[in-house]
């Protein structure tokens, strides 16, 4: 099944046009533990992503990584990619699913609605993300999310929980703690000065957090600071 390879480190590449830096900067998270990579250049045109994506997809079945595609359905047909990330604006998920098939993965973004995730989940998602939990570098205008939301999707959703927004090595623990199956990081992970180090960081702070995690009880009205 999908769903159970939605658990960990998961990593969204940052806007890098450099498509050699790209990779070499995405293979040091893989070899720190990401277990997921999602690409996402927003900047880039159709030559370029396809590409990186290509790229990237040999580089992620050489770790045998799953390797999702944000957004761009026709891409990620093209490179053969294992899944697909979809938001509001993006291809319906019915669609999707007729067009990948049932061994692909898609993910959809549901921001901080609840319902959105219900509905994900009855049409055939593989996972859904919440977020943004924190401000994010990446989206600076995305909309917030509270932290117990996470304790409330895991109590009603029966597939993985993904959470993304502004995640740092400092404020991942409670997003994992409360349910999140995976944590989506970009910004502090490829920005970091060790890109790798970084990536066994976050690895080894999930492993630690998913043991304690059951152990949180289910509070309302979190401030968003809780680590």
Do not use: W
Not at 20 to 49: D, F, I, W
Not at 67 to 77: C, E, K, P, S
Not at 142 to 150: G, I, K, Q, R, Y
């Amino acid at each position: 099944m999908p769903q159970a390879i939605i658990n960990g480190l998961y990593a969204l590449t940052p806007d890098v046009a450099n498509t050699p830096e790209l990779v070499a900067m995405t293979r040091q998270a893989l070899e720190g533990g990401a277990s997921l990579v999602q690409y996402r250049n927003k900047a880039a045109g159709s030559e370029l992503r396809r590409e990186q994506a290509h790229a990237l997809a040999r580089l992620c079945r050489a770790f045998e990584v799953p390797f999702v595609i944000n957004d761009h359905l026709d891409l990620a047909i093209d490179v053969s990619a294992d899944g697909v990330h979809l938001g509001r604006e993006d291809t319906p998920l019915t669609d999707a699913r007729r067009l990948l098939g049932h061994s692909k993965i898609i993910g959809i973004s549901c921001y901080d609605r609840l319902e959105r995730a219900a509905e994900a989940e009855h049409h055939g998602a593989d996972y859904v993300a919440f977020g943004a939990f924190f401000a994010s570098v990446t989206k600076p205008g995305a909309t917030p999310a509270a932290l117990d939301l996470l304790n409330r999707a895991k109590q009603e959703l029966q597939i993985p929980v993904v959470a993304i927004g502004g995640i740092t090595s400092d404020n991942a623990a409670g997003l994992i703690r409360r349910g999140a199956d995976a944590v989506a990081v970009s910004n502090a992970l490829f920005h970091a000065s060790d890109i790798r180090a970084a990536a066994e960081d976050f690895s080894r702070l999930i492993k630690q957090n998913k043991r304690s995690k059951h152990s949180i009880p289910h509070h309302h009205g979190l401030a968003n600071n809780v680590t």
